[in-house]
């Protein structure tokens, strides 16, 4: 009997002692099986300011996601080195599904070639969720431009090397990046012209400073309608659903060309796979929706959802693509 009292005692002891270790094991063990995932808000870090185009598809996103989940997601703007702050932010953050990022494309794989200390690295620090969408872009042109598609401007540029001139967003950007993409392909002499966004580079393409522009639809679409300026081509390999009239370089010149620019969802490497399949399917189901697609073709984003497998390739393959494209233009940011 004492030997029992004994023994039911340290048992006792043991299970008490334990306790406070059991408690904190739990809902990470919840997290692994993704059975209760989530059991509190979740946060969504935007590297782009409030308003802007990438803030406004993630406050599309969120409610609804947040719907789906059970929890809120809340947005976080971080803003800083062209989305690089947000992506670096979650890179180093708790792996738990409780924090991600809404990242671009450039942000992803275009930052390892063009900043010499990047802190992160895209394609071992994360765990890929899912593609989101695609960004249309589109070269235009000034009216007085005695060229009117993408043949004849290739003609044009190679009887006169270095004479015409192309804006984009800044040094760097994706729009820089398609425009030395096309140059490459095309092997033309075209000089880069630098501007703060695609505004500033808008003007300057209706006044004539410039004859050529690599530009997002948003911005483009309507002095195209008015007739202010001209399309050449969309950028994508394929058309565009929110610009289905707009012909690609690829289908009408260019064959191969794609510069078009993407949105995806990305945690920590090290989060659970249940929960980045939890997660990946939820996406899924939300972007088939016809209203959330309508709503983010208002955002000029072509909704579009993927395997985790499938974003990591990308991510892979356009990390190879721009370093090649930013080395040989030497492109370089601090």
């Known amino acids: ?65 947040g719907e789906k989940l059970g929890q809120p997601v809340i947005v976080d703007n971080r803003t800083g080195m062209g989305g690089g702050i ?52 589109v070269l235009v042109a000034s009216t007085r431009l005695p060229a009117n598609n993408v043949t004849e401007l290739i003609a044009l540029a190679h009887k006169q090397p270095g004479k015409l001139s192309y804006g984009s967003g800044g040094q760097g950007t994706a729009l820089h990046l398609a425009g030395e993409l096309f140059k490459s392909m095309s092997r033309t002499d075209i000089v880069h012209v630098p501007y703060r966004g695609s505004s500033p ?27 202010r300026i001209k399309v050449i081509g969309a950028l994508g390999n394929k058309r565009s659903s929110i610009t289905p009239d707009i012909k690609t370089l690829d289908e009408t010149g260019l064959p191969g060309y794609n510069a078009s620019g993407w949105f995806a969802i990305l945690a920590p490497a090290g989060t659970p796979e249940p929960v980045v399949t939890r997660l990946n399917g ?16 208002s955002t000029y984003l072509d909704a579009a959802s993927s395997s985790s497998k499938a974003l990591a390739d990308l991510i892979q393959q356009d990390t190879v693509k721009w370093s090649k494209i930013i080395k040989s233009a030497n492109i370089t940011l601090e």
Do not use: C, W
């Open 86 to 137: 947000a992506i670096d932010a979650i890179a180093k953050s708790s792996p738990d599904g409780y924090n991600l990022v809404l990242a671009s494309s450039g942000g992803l794989t275009a930052h390892p070639s063009l900043y010499k200390n990047l802190p992160y690295k895209p394609t071992k620090d994360f765990a890929p969720i899912s593609l989101i969408g695609n960004t249309p872009l």
């Open 1 to 65: 009997m004492k030997t029992e009292n004994f023994s039911d005692r340290r048992r006792t002891l043991i299970g008490m002692a334990l306790a406070p270790f059991l408690a904190s094991v739990a809902p990470q063990a919840s997290a692994q099986t993704g059975s209760a995932f989530p059991t509190k808000a979740i946060r969504l870090v935007v590297g782009f300011p409030p308003g802007g185009s990438t803030d406004l598809v993630a406050r599309v996103l969120a409610p609804a996601l």
């Open 282 to 297: 939820e996406l899924a189901a939300l972007l088939a929706n016809p209203q959330i697609q309508t709503r983010l073709a």
């Open 201 to 227: 580079a808008l003007v300057a393409l209706m006044s004539g400073e410039i004859d050529l522009a690599f530009m997002d639809t948003g911005t483009a679409i309507p002095q195209i309608k008015t007739g």
